[in-house]
């Protein structure tokens, strides 16, 4: 398992919320394909929400990878990734979402980028892992010892500064 950065890791459970919440309870289909391409008909002509999780949204359904690596391999770095290679290991089917591929990554490199790796994380959960930030793993090695000391306590001459009716 190759480790991601925390915010594509967080970025990716954002997404399935999103669609998770668009599709609804029950489920409707209908409304999804909707949503996805109205969203994929802005992109393609160049417009479009500047929104990393609805560029994911919008991509997650039709993208295909051909070189995993490449993109887990990008996945290390939230800020300064490689969108080209990004976008040569990534692929739509022909018509609209090629289209809105190659929009994406003539008026949104980066962005685009970030959605792409976002999507792809989204599609294949095995394939990495995030930093575990839970409070059993920040504990981890934590010796208990927060005992108050001495040292921590303030002077008398230091809390007198602050006492409103103080000696005179």
């Avoid at 915010?7 to 996805?36: H, T």
């Avoid at 991509?59 to 490689?82: H, M």
């Avoid at 059993?136 to 001459?157: C, H, I, K, T």
Wanted: charged share 30%; with cysteine.
């Amino acid at each position: 398992m190759r480790k991601v950065h925390p915010e594509f890791a967080y970025q990716s459970r954002e997404l399935a919320a999103q669609i998770d919440g668009i599709l609804g309870d029950p489920p409707d289909r209908k409304n999804y394909q909707k949503m996805l391409d109205a969203l994929m008909d802005e992109y393609a002509s160049g417009g479009g929400i500047e929104d990393l999780n609805m560029m994911a949204f919008a991509l997650v359904d039709v993208i295909e990878f051909s070189d995993p690596k490449a993109i887990l391999a990008d996945a290390g770095d939230y800020e300064y990734g490689d969108p080209a290679r990004v976008f040569a290991a990534a692929s739509c089917p022909e018509g609209k979402p090629a289209q809105m591929l190659a929009a994406l990554e003539e008026n949104h490199p980066d962005l685009g980028r970030q959605a792409i790796v976002t999507a792809f994380l989204h599609k294949h959960p095995r394939l990495w892992d995030d930093d575990d930030m839970s409070l059993d793993q920040l504990a981890e090695g934590d010796e208990g010892d927060d005992d108050n000391d001495d040292d921590d306590m303030v002077s008398d001459d230091f809390a007198q500064m602050f006492d409103q009716e103080g000696e005179k």
